[in-house]
């Protein structure tokens, strides 16, 4: 079943998933958890205003495994908030801030959840999109 609580602990959970992936601290095996996560028609529009599919955002993700291994790295997620919810989907947004040795990037993110029992917290990602917030 498709609640705001089981979006908030995607966003939430996912997000996890990437401080410990990039750090290098997820097995790699655990990657079948982002795959999961991901409706197959996924799509996410960047800050850039790239398209990135399912398989092209999951290749990227697994080739930057450890990337921030030593280093300082953090996702801080706020304002979580759900601006429509029905039958079996909601819209949700909220804040994103990374932090590096290097400073600080944010972004408002506005996704589409679909319910999907076989996923980690019982809801898919079926689009994404990221507009950048000035640091």
Same mark, same amino acid.
């Given at each position: 079943?498709?609640?705001?609580?089981?979006?908030?602990?995607?966003?939430?959970?996912?997000?996890?998933?990437?401080?410990?992936?990039?750090?290098?601290?997820?097995?790699?095996?655990?990657?079948?958890?982002?795959?999961?996560?991901?409706?197959?028609?996924?799509?996410?529009?960047?800050?850039?205003?790239?398209r990135v599919d399912h398989e092209a955002l999951v290749d990227g993700i697994?080739?930057?495994?450890?990337?921030?291994?030593?280093?300082?790295?953090?996702?801080?997620?706020?304002?979580?908030?759900?601006?429509?919810? #029905?039958?079996?989907?909601?819209?949700?947004?909220? =804040?994103?801030?990374?932090?590096?040795?290097?400073? %600080? /990037? $944010?972004?408002? +993110?506005?996704? #589409?959840?679909?319910?999907?029992?076989?996923?980690? =917290?019982?809801?898919?990602?079926?689009?994404?999109? %990221? /507009? $950048?917030?000035? +640091?």
């Amino acid at each position: 079943m498709l609640t705001p609580t089981a979006c908030r602990a995607e966003i939430t959970g996912l997000h996890e998933f990437f401080v410990e992936w990039f750090a290098g601290a997820a097995p790699r095996s655990d990657l079948s958890r982002l795959e999961r996560a991901l409706a197959p028609e996924f799509e996410m529009v960047t800050t850039a205003g790239e398209r990135v599919d399912h398989e092209a955002l999951v290749d990227g993700i697994a080739e930057s495994h450890g990337r921030t291994a030593g280093e300082d790295f953090d996702i801080d997620v706020r304002e979580i908030e759900t601006v429509a919810l #029905l039958d079996d989907h909601a819209v949700v947004r909220y =804040e994103e801030r990374q932090s590096t040795a290097a400073g %600080e /990037t $944010g972004r408002v +993110s506005t996704a #589409l959840f679909r319910a999907d029992e076989a996923a980690p =917290e019982g809801v898919v990602w079926v689009t994404l999109q %990221e /507009t $950048g917030l000035e +640091s």
